[in-house]
């Protein structure tokens, strides 16, 4: 088409984002009823939404007529509470953590400027850079997928502009030690995004990063609400920045990004914590469910999210994903995560019925 010399020749470079698969999908494709379709590719709450945030939308259902308010202050000031950290140290997004980083990309990447990635990992990392004209290096992670701080800085050049650490790692599911956190804090003048999307569900001792916010100016930990809090459909993430990044970032964000569902939602769900200890044992005792019942058939990898990975050599992740999806189970193949091989899959924490549903089909399989 004489129109697609227009588009930028790093964004035609990039490869499209593979989602997991929906319901809707797979019903159709393999004729199917989708009620008797579990979905566990995307790391849904399996829990729903919190129903005082069901509760919230409905009460504001009627207003959306109105323009949202652009500071989203009492949101803002709600993750404040929640979080411990001033209103002034946190910022957010109406598309979920993804929207933060798009955001951050606008502040710093520039043409020809890299981010240091270390993969497997999140894929939207090299996709937000390719498309703000910058380069991604990749930093492949050892066997059992940890990262240390000497592969990241030999990495680091003058031209880096973000280093990207997802902990708890996805697809992978373990955590980044805080000791090597620090050190590239210390010995980097680039930004550090901590992903933290998964944190919540992570064991005692294995907390936050965030507190390094408070002694660094280089770290941004971005989090989500589509986890712990059941609210994926509203797409609302945060970050925990230092003072003057949260400033610069209020210049160049989306006007009036988080309407006002998203809002009274998220604002809702903070408050509900019965709901937010529920969401995380159910995680906890579900991922010892999947573990336990299939590390004596296939190797799976110890996490500290709401998934666990598995690796199926000498079968492929396709061949067994393909097999699922046609008795109406939804895992991710992890073949399209750069740098993870053709064998591994994740799967999302269900509840203790679409576990062991999950469990008995890979036995089956295998």
Not at 314 to 330: H, N, Q, S, Y
């Amino acid at each position: 088409m004489r129109f697609e010399r227009l588009v930028r020749s790093s964004v035609r470079e990039i490869k499209e984002y593979i989602p997991g698969k929906s319901i809707e999908e797979i019903a159709l494709k393999y004729g199917l009823d989708p009620e008797n379709i579990i979905k566990l590719g995307s790391n849904e709450n399996p829990l729903g939404p919190s129903p005082l945030a069901v509760e919230a939308i409905r009460n504001w259902a009627g207003k959306v007529h109105l323009y949202p308010p652009s500071n989203a202050l009492e949101l803002r000031s709600a993750i404040s509470e929640y979080t411990g950290y001033p209103a002034n140290n946190i910022v957010v997004s109406g598309n979920g953590m993804d929207g933060i980083l798009d955001t951050m990309m606008r502040l710093f990447m520039s043409q020809g400027a890299e981010t240091v990635i270390p993969v497997p990992t999140f894929s939207y990392y090299e996709i937000a850079t390719l498309a703000n004209g910058g380069k991604p290096v990749f930093v492949k992670r050892d066997r059992d997928f940890e990262i240390s701080h000497k592969d990241i800085l030999a990495k680091v050049n003058s031209n880096t502009k973000m280093i990207f650490l997802c902990s708890p790692n996805n697809p992978s599911g373990n955590v980044i030690r805080e000791e090597e956190v620090r050190k590239i804090l210390d010995r980097t003048d680039a930004i550090v995004f901590i992903d933290e999307a998964y944190v919540d569900f992570a064991e005692d001792g294995l907390s936050s990063l965030s507190g390094s916010v408070k002694e660094h100016e280089n770290i941004i930990v971005g989090r989500t609400f589509s986890k712990a809090f059941g609210l994926a459909g509203m797409r609302l993430g945060y970050a925990i920045v230092p003072d003057w990044l949260s400033r610069e970032y209020m210049k160049v964000m989306t006007p009036f990004s988080v309407d006002v569902l998203s809002i009274a939602s998220g604002i809702a769900a903070l408050g509900d914590a019965k709901y937010i200890r529920k969401s995380i044992e159910t995680v906890k005792k579900g991922r010892v469910q999947l573990t336990s019942g299939l590390e004596s058939m296939c190797k799976v990898y110890p996490s500290e999210a709401n998934f666990i990975m598995i690796d199926v050599a000498p079968r492929t992740a396709a061949d067994v994903c393909e097999k699922l999806l046609r008795i109406g189970i939804i895992v991710r193949d992890c073949t399209s995560f750069r740098g993870a091989g053709d064998s591994l899959i994740r799967i999302s924490v269900g509840t203790q019925e679409q576990n062991r549903r999950v469990i008995a089909a890979i036995e089956m399989i295998l």
